[in-house]
């Protein structure tokens, strides 16, 4: 079954088959180009990331390139794990902790705490719906977009598959949430083939039904609705959070940011990441998650050349993204599940020696002018 399956079969869909492997294709090539553009600038605060790079973003990790770090590789982990298993959220589950196990072996150069207990109780024998830590941070996030545009016409399964990625790491009832609402949107992209953000009332509807009883959630909801009507800036918005240094690896942070600057530049690829950037704090994450979002509604094409050609990693490398984003849309056209997509696994830790590497590079150049 190849991509003719895609025009002649699209199950619980009414829009045009051809049209989502573009989606799929934009949403983890955005991811990628986000991460890599905001890698650099990760842990700065805004005054300074304005200082250094004054709202020109652009490949700055090594000799004018980019590279992925663990919010896309994590997107690639569940990537391939719905390709096997798009029918089981426990089968998924289960591989998608053998992934995460793995990934710690190959020795990656940065890693989220809550993440690292919940892979240290994996490796302890913990079943993943019992290996998560209470925890509230964004990495349930960082890996759930394309579980959303995945399951974009089916609503129960998309729950299930949220939960199952986010209580294997993250247990808070926030971190949930906030995953929720990044799947939600993706799947609203997707599913309405949207070019353009929806009614403001339509957005926030959207976002209360991700934690309708949380107080917390829907406090956020007011702010970003009150900004929304004042015309507010994203910057503007993150001072209105508390959030004028950067925007931290707090979920309850990180989200209303994202979705906020998604509404507020109309899903343009280079002013919401930019808007996002700007804010500086955890700007890998957050570009990572803001990129999907923006590059599901642009596709590929809709993401600036110089930004998509910028970035230059192996083996986890663009061309694997793409075939990827045609795989993923071919499973969801014929319901079948797929192999995952081969890449050569075996010189990951060689080059996580060396990303490693080119990071303290650039962390001793943060050390000098300007401040």
Partial sequence: MGIDALKNSSPGSEAPVAELPLRLRGLLIGAAVGDALGLPAEGLSRYRTQRLYRSR????LVFGHGMISDDTEHTIFVAQCLLRHPDSPKRFARRLGWCLRGWL?????GIGFATLRAIGKLWLGFPPSYSGV????????????IMGAFFAHDAERRAAYVAASTRMTHTDQKALIGATAIAELAAWIVRERLTAPPPLDDFLALLRRCGPEDHGWQDLVDIIAQAARDGASVSALAERLGLAKGVTGYIYHTVPVVVYAWFRQGGDFRATLTAVLDCGGDTDTTGAIVGALAGAMNGEDGIPADWRTGVVDW?????LLRTLGTRLAIVTATGQPAAPVRYCWPAIPLRNLLFLLIVLLHGFRRLLPPY
């Fill in 57 to 60: 973003w652009r490949h700055r």
């Fill in 105 to 109: 072996l190959s020795l990656p150069a």
């Fill in 134 to 145: 209470y925890s509230a941070g964004n990495g349930p996030a960082m890996r759930v977009a």
């Fill in 315 to 319: 083996p986890r490398s663009l061309p």
